[in-house]
């Protein structure tokens, strides 16, 4: 599976993104797909998963009641969308995917390749 994110880029707090992963296998509906993201100095950090169905989603406190992770099994792709976005949320975020439910990175078999993400105060 390749993974390819886009979407990133600069925005005021308060503001909004939507991150989007295109995969390039057509088996990408049986796998769980997560967001992650990584600070400078930071280790990479868990976002938000899907289940392949779309029945279960999973977000870290964080972001909880801000970010809102989707899939679409006929295009391949998966969205992060990003409300209230805060300076603090401002990292390179990846996509990647997994055959397991779990927050782990390591426990990802397939990363994209980033994009940077910055909030300004």
């Known amino acids: 599976v390749q993974l390819q994110a886009s979407g990133g880029g600069l925005v005021q707090s308060g503001g909004s993104l939507r991150l989007s992963c295109a995969a390039s296998?057509?088996?990408?509906?049986?796998?769980?797909m997560g967001w992650f993201h990584q600070a400078p100095g930071k280790e990479r950090e868990f976002v938000a998963l899907i289940r392949w169905s779309g029945s279960i989603t999973y977000y870290a406190d964080s972001v909880k009641g801000r970010f809102t992770i989707s899939r679409d099994n006929a295009k391949n792709t998966v969205y992060l969308q990003m409300n209230s976005l805060k300076p603090e949320d401002t990292a390179v975020y990846y996509c990647?995917?997994?055959?397991?439910?779990?927050?782990?990175?390591?426990?990802?078999?397939?990363w994209g390749q980033g994009t940077q993400v910055t909030v300004s105060s």
């Open positions: 990647a995917a997994t055959v397991e439910v779990t927050t782990i990175p390591d426990a990802y078999d397939y």
């Open positions: 296998q057509r088996s990408f509906s049986r796998y769980i």
